[in-house]
């Protein structure tokens, strides 16, 4: 081998590092563009079985049946936006009633009672500075300066928002609108020998994925049902949007349901603000720890192993290493994209090299 040779090969190497390195910079440059078309992906392999059924069952043309589906998704969602006014107005009026002297004369109390119940030190920590006092402190060093910068950056949040949901709209109605779009651009990239594989594979994963994120729907849905329950015989406020706020929380698995539920139980002391703690407030917080508890064991046990196996077609243990793995890997955003990502994996890996053994036995049910 000649030192030409040599040369040419170091510099191809580091041509092709560089490469890689632009190639990284410009996705992580268009990151956002990115995020919206995976999203919009993601809403259209929702709303893509709401459309085959009004386009082959009630016969609509394609493009009425994709405006209708497009605006029923974004009615629910301004309907899910719209419920939780009524959340936020309640919990700010229930703090704005909160008697903070009562408050702290229940927690000092509570103090006293549960150290002598466990026999702790009689030695307590001062009494909480004069509440007066503090007020006057707080209101000398207050600087309202801030406040023009916290409106800017709430604009700067809603602009990008908006932003963001009008690409999001828009890419998923014609990703709806003509269902080779996504395909097509793809193919672009692919050799013209592995062209029909690939086709192949994009047609078994939007088919796998379609009904992954409907049986995830079902499954928020079905947790919905039975926090709504709960919370309505326990007589929370707002029980149908707090029930839906933890429900949807589920879509971050295991994590997600711990959130969802110091979130139910944050909101349930709250909404009974100023009433007996240990009449009234720790029952109906120990009966809503009950139901999510309950409603767990139905997801856990029931719903979710049965949802996901028959959507995706991997075994409930298969699922849940793979989550632990990536999870691990990538963090929450890895638990979330898990399951869409391997059985994408799956899918291609079973049309590419269907010969090997491991894949035979990983692949076998799809």
Same mark, same amino acid.
């Given at each position: 081998m000649t030192a030409k040779t040599i040369s040419k090969g170091i510099?191809?190497?580091?041509?092709?590092?560089?490469?890689?390195?632009?190639?990284?910079?410009?996705?992580?440059?268009?990151?956002?563009?990115?995020?919206? =078309?995976?999203?919009? &992906?993601?809403?259209? %392999?929702?709303?893509?079985?709401?459309?085959? @059924?009004?386009? *082959? /069952?009630?016969?609509?043309?394609?493009?009425?049946?994709?405006?209708?589906?497009?605006?029923?998704?974004?009615?629910?969602?301004?309907?899910?936006?719209?419920?939780?006014?009524?959340?936020?107005?309640?919990?700010?009026k229930n703090l704005s009633l909160l008697d903070i002297d009562e408050l702290q004369q229940s927690l000092n109390t509570l103090y006293h009672q549960i150290t002598k119940y466990l026999g702790l030190s009689s030695n307590l920590v001062e009494n909480v500075i004069d509440d007066v006092a503090l007020e006057k402190n707080i209101l000398k060093g207050f600087d309202i300066g801030f406040i023009p910068n916290i409106?800017?950056?709430?604009?700067? =949040?809603?602009?990008? &928002?908006?932003?963001? %949901?009008?690409?999001?709209?828009?890419?998923? @109605?014609?990703? *709806? /609108?003509?269902?080779?779009?996504?395909?097509?651009?793809?193919?672009?990239?692919?050799?013209?020998?592995?062209?029909?594989?690939t086709v192949n594979s994009i047609e078994k994963i939007n088919s796998l994925l379609s009904r992954y994120f409907v049986g995830l729907l079902l499954q928020i849905f079905i947790l919905f049902i039975i926090y709504t329950i709960v919370l309505l015989i326990v007589g929370i406020e707002n029980a149908v949007v707090i029930a839906f706020l933890c429900?949807?929380?589920?879509?971050?698995?295991?994590?997600?349901?711990?959130?969802?539920?110091?979130?139910?139980?944050?909101?349930?002391?709250?909404?009974?603000l100023g009433s007996d703690f240990s009449e009234i407030i720790l029952p109906k917080t120990g009966y809503v720890l009950l139901g999510l508890i309950f409603g767990q064991l139905i997801d856990n046990f029931f719903s979710q192993p049965i949802i996901f196996s028959n959507s995706v077609k991997s075994h409930p243990l298969e699922i849940f290493l793979i989550i632990i793995i990536a999870g691990l890997l990538f963090g929450v955003v890895g638990m979330i994209v898990a399951i869409p990502g391997y059985t994408a994996l799956k899918v291609i890996l079973k049309e590419f090299i269907s010969d090997n053994q491991i894949v035979k036995s990983l692949t076998q049910n799809l």
């Open positions: 510099l191809r190497a580091i041509g092709v590092i560089i490469g890689i390195l632009l190639l990284l910079y410009f996705l992580f440059t268009i990151r956002s563009v990115l995020a919206y =078309v995976t999203i919009a &992906a993601v809403v259209a %392999l929702i709303g893509r079985p709401l459309v085959r @059924f009004l386009r *082959l /069952k009630i016969k609509l043309p394609n493009i009425i049946a994709v405006v209708f589906t497009m605006l029923l998704m974004v009615g629910v969602l301004a309907g899910i936006f719209a419920l939780f006014i009524p959340l936020l107005s309640e919990q700010s409106l800017n950056s709430f604009l700067t =949040v809603l602009s990008s &928002a908006s932003i963001g %949901l009008f690409s999001i709209l828009f890419i998923s @109605f014609f990703f *709806l /609108k003509d269902r080779k779009l996504f395909e097509h651009g793809l193919l672009i990239f692919v050799p013209k020998t592995k062209e029909q594989g429900a949807l929380f589920n879509i971050i698995p295991y994590i997600g349901p711990i959130i969802g539920g110091v979130i139910m139980l944050t909101l349930t002391m709250t909404s009974n």
